[in-house]
C-alpha cells in the first residue's frame, strides 16, 4: 500500500514539473533553460516555407522545409502571407510567383512539431501583406489548433521590461510567440503581436556584403538612432540576407545562393555573419542580437554563430541537416546566363533608350512557367 502511495507522489511531482522529467535541456541546450527568451539569440529562417526545390526555384529562400529547419536548430520562422481566391495563403511577393499553401496548414506543420518537441520555443513572424485583420489570422491558428501554446504578453502596445525564461515558458505551455507586421492588435486575440511595437531591424534590402549595417531601420520611429532603439526595450533583430543583383535590370531581387556560404560563415570573407553578428553586439554596448535571420540556413553553417553568442557548446537533440542538398546546388549562375541573358540584355537596351517591340520582349522572355517558381506568365 505505501509502495502505491510513494508511486502517485512521484507521477504528481512529474506533472508539476514537466521539464525536469523530459529533459534539461531547452532550445537544444541545457545552459538556455534559465536565461531570458530576449536575452538569447534565436536562428531565423527566412521566408521558412518557400523552398528551392531546383535552381529553377530562384524564388525560393531555404533548401528544407519548416519542420527540418526547426529540427535542425532553427527557431524563428517567417513567412509572407497574402489573401487568394479568399484564403490567406503564403506566397512569395504574390501567389502566382510561388505559393505554400494555406496559412492554417502551415501553422498545423509547426503545431505537430511542437507536440514532438516539448522543450523547445518557437517564435513565428507574419508579413501581413494583405493586411489581414487580427480576427482573420486569428481564425487560422484557430484551424491550426495551436493557440494552446501561444505565449501572450501582459500588454500589447509596450514590450516587457524583461520577458520569462526559456523553462518558465516550457513548464507553462506556452512556448509559441507571434508577432505579425503590419497588424492593428486586438485583445480578443492577445497573442498575436504587433511586431514593431516589440522588435527593432536593421536594414533588411541588402545587395552587396559591404553594406549589411547594426543601424536600426525599421520601426520608421527609430531609423539611424541607434541609442533609442537600445534604450527603447525592443528586441533587436538581427537581419543577414543577401539578394543578387543579376536580374536587376528587370527590378528583381531574389535570394544570392552564390554567396551564401560566405554570408552565413561564422568567419572569413566580405560580409560574413559571424563578424557582423559580432560587431552589432559591441555596438548594441553588449548586447546579442535576440534574432538573426538568415537565407539557406544550412549553409555557413549559420547556427555556428548562434551558438557562439549563446555560449552554447553542449547543444543536444538537433537533426544533422547536409550543407549541400543534392536536389539543388548553391549556385544560379547558369540560370542567369542561360535562361534570363537574352531578357536582361533587351531590358538594358530598353533602359539605353531603345524601344524593344512587344514581340522582341515575349522571344527574349521565352516561357517563364517554370523559372522563379512557376508563375510569371504573358
Known amino acids: 500500500m505505501h509502495v502505491w502511495k510513494y508511486l502517485s507522489l512521484l507521477l504528481s511531482a512529474a506533472a508539476a514539473n514537466p521539464l525536469s522529467v523530459r529533459s534539461t535541456a531547452c532550445n537544444n541546450s541545457p545552459d538556455l533553460c534559465d536565461k531570458s527568451y530576449g536575452a538569447i539569440t534565436h536562428l531565423g529562417a527566412h521566408d521558412s516555407p518557400f523552398v528551392r526545390t531546383s535552381d529553377s526555384v530562384l524564388a525560393g529562400n531555404q533548401y528544407f522545409d519548416t519542420p527540418t529547419q526547426l529540427s535542425a536548430g532553427v527557431r524563428l520562422v517567417t513567412a509572407q502571407v497574402h489573401k487568394d481566391n479568399n484564403q490567406w495563403r503564403l506566397c512569395h511577393s504574390y501567389c502566382t510567383l510561388m505559393d505554400a499553401g494555406r496559412l492554417s496548414d502551415w501553422l498545423a506543420t509547426i503545431k505537430s512539431w511542437l507536440d514532438d518537441h516539448p522543450n523547445e520555443v518557437v517564435t513565428v513572424l507574419l508579413v501581413n501583406s494583405d493586411g489581414a485583420s487580427a480576427a482573420e489570422l486569428g481564425a487560422e ?43 492593428t492588435t486586438s485583445t480578443s486575440y492577445p497573442y498575436l503581436m504587433s511586431e514593431f511595437d516589440f522588435i527593432w531591424e536593421n536594414n533588411y534590402d541588402v545587395t552587396t556584403p559591404a553594406n549589411f549595417s547594426c543601424e536600426p531601420n525599421r520601426p520608421s520611429s527609430l531609423a539611424g538612432s541607434l541609442s533609442t532603439a537600445l534604450s527603447s526595450n525592443r528586441l533587436p533583430f538581427m537581419n543577414h540576407f543577401l ?19 560566405t554570408t552565413n560563415a561564422p568567419s572569413g570573407g566580405n560580409g560574413n555573419l559571424g563578424t557582423a553578428a ?3 553586439k559591441a555596438a548594441y554596448l553588449g548586447r546579442q542580437p535576440t534574432f538573426i535571420l538568415v537565407d539557406f540556413f544550412n549553409k555557413g553553417p549559420a547556427l555556428d554563430t548562434v551558438d557562439s553568442l549563446n555560449n552554447v557548446t553542449n547543444a543536444v537533440g538537433r537533426t544533422t541537416v547536409s550543407s549541400s542538398p543534392s536536389s539543388t546546388s548553391s549556385s544560379d549562375a547558369s540560370m542567369i546566363g542561360n535562361v534570363f541573358k537574352g531578357l536582361v540584355e533587351l531590358a538594358n537596351s530598353a533602359k539605353s533608350g531603345a524601344s524593344p517591340s512587344v514581340g522582341a520582349w515575349i522571344w527574349a522572355g521565352g516561357n517563364w512557367n517554370s523559372v522563379l517558381g512557376g508563375g510569371i506568365s504573358f
Request: aromatic share 12%; net charge neutral; with cysteine.
Open 278 to 280: 559580432t560587431t552589432c
Open 243 to 261: 539578394y543578387s543583383t543579376d536580374l536587376a535590370a528587370l527590378q528583381i531581387e531574389y535570394p544570392n545562393a552564390s554567396y551564401v556560404s
Open 141 to 183: 491558428f484557430t484551424t491550426a489548433n495551436i493557440t494552446n501554446y501561444a505565449w501572450q504578453p501582459e500588454s500589447l502596445t509596450t514590450p516587457p521590461a524583461s520577458w520569462p525564461t526559456l523553462r518558465t515558458m516550457i513548464n507553462s505551455g506556452k512556448r509559441l510567440v507571434v508577432f505579425a507586421t503590419p497588424l
